[in-house]
């Protein structure tokens, strides 16, 4: 590129109208001049041929997206991270912010991906290494899309549950049984204190336990224990599957008393849950499947949190991502970017439940609790409560043993002396 | 785990029926023990909990994943790459094959990809790092999908071309142009010598190039373009939309004019893909947005092969990729598997056609040429053809002038002495 070339990609905020942007901030190692590694980063997520052969024409100003900040800091290591085929030449990591015009693709979500996380970020001369960090959308782009039918207001209501975490536990084992034993297994965990028994991810319609009979088995064990305990219950539901069936298994789960959905959110992909949204009838949940193949490295991919993002533009009430401690291998402050990304102010777009999870049990909840920082946050063991050595229905009990220690202010080991199923909780899970 | 609960995660090829069993490869790095670090691959993506509190009974046998082989090789430096939450402990590089039941979940692409890429896989105790290398299918798996509907015995019908490369370009400036000028362009590519014009895969249904307009002027061209050359000629619409806008899009270009549909693979889903298969009345091609995000490094994420394979299993004709040559950043021997991963028997699923590419010209042909080692793929220039210096006509005919010296056995640049447009060719593009 020639500097007017370069320059042809740069602008000011005050020079654009921002509700016509996107805007994007990358992290990215170039091999040399960082302005010309982020003007082509520009050029090739936009506009990467701007006028015709022989025609005085200059699409740039409509249609490119823009370097609104750079920096660059030299590397004199060379690049973090080892790649095959990267360029050579000096090294620089740079943060960039780059205005996106949405105009040149509209208010779609594949077409949005195609944009931000496509050819044209991941394939731009000079730059092996980039992590897409962060995403702000304009209300005027947000405007167009749904959004949360329920956010967290509305699973509140619906299990009139306020002022504390909501607890979902997931029925183990998570495969194998069939319906009526695991729809015991649920009915157990609803009678001890959790909101809400779910499917595992990994466990959906499949003929040795049929989404049909497993969401009647287990809507019939949820009726009968919120009569039993007369509290709201709600059977999440897996319907994962391929696209064309989303529709028929709603109908399906929520016809026989399934009160909230789960959908594996990149296996499915976003835009098919999209759809789902307009017709459903209950809650969304997603689960994380995928996303880790493309976010756990600092110096490569796209940040956990622009997909906690699009899954709440996507339509879900509540998502479900990795959580706390070592098991899950996510650092501290990337939970808490993820937490943030649900329940902060996007514009018209409700809030959605986070839950940061993985490995937890009624030794875990007041750390989540305390890292969180709200009781906006949903806990879902697996083991801590079907894995509980006095059962599933003691396991649900303990964690709820455990919140009322923490809502009391009381020292959780203090409460489970006269607790036991707390204090057999800790004593199988606190070590961890 | 103890060492018998580790035993219960291994097996023998002959000891299963490996007509119920995916083949994965992974390449990990794991602290601790690599045989139970293994172990713990395969539980935690698949039966994690194998059976219920106070039962006697266990789910492995049936529902397990198993291990079939386990090299590990010591790497005292430590983990090759930093990850932020990495366990402790003495660090092994490992490969393993794991045999996966693919009756846990059947024949559906979410769910696959939910067990294969998923959590089970990324968060598995002691193992921050793990690449997908490899998928392997059984007959009986593969035989309840509908894979390419033509493939590349269908597209080189519909074309008449045989024995040589199907050449393609990539109409640009890519966004921008309204449809009638952007028509006019396709319109010369084509008279020039291009099998397919196609739609840069961010250029969509928008407002200001609505997909209709386009379409129809498009079509419009092409079959004049044909009339006026006697050959069959391609428009390559982008339909990449929201789902539940895919199959209206379909009708709407195709209905137009448009000879083949370009669906960006990963931003749609490949379900949905699948989806649109089964109506689809042309050629499906896929664009590869997003797949580097998780495929690029070595050491992580997912390899793209594996990528090439789920395309073709979900009914993609074509699969562009990133092709050869520095400016792909993808390592010769990844773009061959790639390219094999097209072509090589699946057992019921047809072939795809690989088509390489990445800032091709007259200029490259010979080289992608001799490194596929067979005409059987497509060669996609964009600004080759449209940014040529005597305009698309001519661009498009240098790159037939290079095929036809190839095709002969002559020395291409020996050819552009009597060939002005293949000589503009080479003296704008050879140089890179």
Redesign the interface.
């Known amino acids: 590129m020639t500097p007017d070339d370069i320059a042809g990609f740069f602008a000011k905020r005050s020079d654009l109208n921002l509700d016509d942007y996107i805007e994007l901030d990358f992290d990215f190692e170039c091999a040399g001049d960082p302005r010309e590694a982020a003007a082509h980063l520009c050029s090739e997520?936009?506009?990467?041929?701007?006028?015709?052969?022989?025609f005085d024409e200059d699409?740039r100003p409509?249609?490119a997206a823009k370097v609104l900040e750079l920096s660059a800091e030299p590397r004199p290591s060379g690049f973090?991270?080892?790649?095959?085929?990267?360029?050579r030449g000096e090294v620089h990591a740079c943060r960039v912010t780059i205005a996106h015009p949405h105009?040149?693709?509209?208010p779609?979500?594949?077409?949005l991906?195609?944009?931000v996380?496509?050819?044209?970020v991941?394939?731009s001369?000079g730059i092996?290494l980039i992590r897409l960090q962060d995403i702000r959308f304009p209300d005027a782009y947000l405007a167009a899309f749904e959004g949360p039918r329920f956010g967290i207001a509305g699973l509140r209501e619906r299990l009139r549950a306020f002022d504390r975490p909501i607890f979902f536990g997931v029925i183990?084992?998570?495969?194998?049984?069939p319906a009526a034993?695991f729809a015991e297994?649920g009915y157990q965990s609803w009678l001890g204190g959790l909101d809400i028994a779910k499917d595992d991810?990994?466990l959906?319609?499949?003929?040795?336990c049929p989404l049909a009979e497993r969401a009647a088995a287990l809507g019939e064990a949820c009726a009968r224990a919120a009569r039993e305990t007369g509290e709201p219950k709600i059977y999440l539901a897996n319907i994962?599957?391929?696209?064309?069936r989303l529709a028929e298994l709603h109908d399906v789960a929520v016809d026989a008393g399934a009160g909230a959905l789960l959908i594996?959110a990149?296996?499915?992909?976003?835009?098919?849950v999209?759809?789902l949204r307009?017709r459903a009838r209950v809650p969304l949940i997603a689960?994380?499947?995928?996303i880790?193949?493309?976010s756990?490295?600092?110096n490569?991919?796209?940040h956990s949190r622009v997909m906690t993002r699009l899954q709440r533009l996507a339509g879900f009430d509540v998502v479900i991502m990795?959580g706390f401690g070592?098991?899950?291998?996510?650092?501290e402050h990337e939970v808490m970017d993820c937490v943030r990304a649900c329940l902060e102010p996007m514009g018209p777009i409700k809030p959605c439940l986070p839950v940061p999870g993985?490995s937890d049990s009624a030794a875990t909840l007041e750390g989540v609790y305390r890292k969180v920082g709200s009781t906006d946050f949903g806990f879902v063991p697996?083991?801590g409560v079907?894995?509980?050595?006095?059962?599933?229905a003691a396991g649900a009990a303990s964690i709820r043993q455990a919140w009322d220690a923490i809502a009391s202010g009381i020292a959780v080991a203090d409460h489970a002396r006269t607790h036991p199923e707390l204090a057999a909780a800790l004593a199988a899970f606190g070590g961890r």
């Open positions: 997520q936009s506009t990467a041929q701007w006028r015709r052969v022989g699409f409509r249609f973090s991270t080892a790649v095959e085929c990267a360029v105009g040149n693709f509209g779609k979500i594949p077409n991906l195609s944009a996380c496509g050819e044209g991941f394939f001369p092996p183990k084992p998570n495969i194998g049984l034993p297994l991810e990994m959906a319609d499949v003929d040795w994962t599957d391929e696209v064309d594996n990149m296996p499915v992909g976003l835009s098919a999209r759809m307009k689960h994380f499947p995928f880790a193949a493309f756990r490295l600092a490569y991919g796209i990795p070592p098991r899950m291998m996510t650092p993985g697996g083991r079907f894995g509980h050595p006095m059962g599933p």
